[in-house]
């Protein structure tokens, strides 16, 4: 099994609607990234975690941590055609910075 | 000002030959890396290096070798490339230490015929 699971592998909403990203871990986070990736572009940073209960915001994207720091949540509200994309998390369960492991990503549409 | 560049974007070879990715970041950090990302989308760490210290993960074939000249810069050369080398590879830099912001590469897709 997967070290790094997320959920929904893939997501279809209407735009203006939330919806919520879950990316679970089977070994403590040190550290909690999430990317957005769109075809043919790189990995654009959204927001890292590392504290257990931490929460961090960026516009309309919200990011937490568990207490026990092996689930986050991405949380999007009033979702825009500009936010479709892969969302991906990755982990640093090692304590090595950078030696990240990935998600399989969620593809999200949001349809206009 | 793009912060870290990959060159080539696009890349089609024929198996066996050899080939290089550019990276270079313009961020002023000290650690860069090398992902690759298969076709199942899977994104996997294959070397982080800094001027001290080059860590490579186990799973990576020999004939991938990174080469740095200077701290702003790691290039990803391949030998005898094989099919399954086909993949998107994503250069990335941070600032050593833990809990900095890895800021990855536009990706390079390399398809070997």
């Known amino acids: 099994s997967q070290e790094l699971e997320q959920s929904p592998q893939s997501l279809i909403v209407q735009e203006g609607k939330n919806l919520t990203i879950n990316c679970t871990s089977s070994?403590?986070?040190?550290?909690l990234y999430w990317y957005k990736q769109k075809y043919g572009e790189g990995l654009i940073f959204l927001m890292m975690?590392?504290?257990?209960?931490e929460e961090k915001s960026h516009e309309k994207i919200t990011a937490k941590l568990d207490e026990k720091k092996q689930q986050s949540s991405l949380h999007i509200t009033a979702s825009q055609p500009s936010h479709a994309g892969i969302y991906l998390c990755?982990?640093?369960?090692?304590?090595?910075?950078?030696?990240?492991?990935f998600g399989k990503g969620t593809k999200l549409s949001v349809k206009p | 000002d793009t912060a870290v560049s990959q060159t080539p974007k696009y890349l089609v070879t024929q198996m066996g030959n050899d080939k290089s990715i550019k990276c270079e970041q313009n961020?002023?950090?000290?650690?860069m890396y090398w992902y690759k990302q298969d076709s199942k989308k899977f994104l996997k760490i294959m070397f982080s290096?800094?001027?001290?210290?080059?860590?490579i993960n186990e799973t990576v074939p020999n004939r991938f070798s990174p080469k740095s000249p200077d701290k702003a810069h790691l290039n990803l050369h391949i030998n005898s490339l094989e099919l399954g080398d086909s993949a998107v590879y994503f250069c990335?830099?941070?600032?050593?230490?833990?809990?900095?912001?890895?800021?990855f590469g536009e990706g390079s897709w390399l398809t070997v015929v």
């Open positions: 070994k403590t986070l040190y550290g």
């Open positions: 990335a830099s941070s600032q050593a230490g833990f809990g900095n912001t890895i800021y």
């Open positions: 961020l002023g950090h000290d650690t």
């Open positions: 990755g982990a640093d369960t090692l304590g090595s910075q950078g030696n990240l492991i």
């Open positions: 975690l590392q504290k257990g209960g």
């Open positions: 290096y800094n001027n001290k210290e080059l860590i």
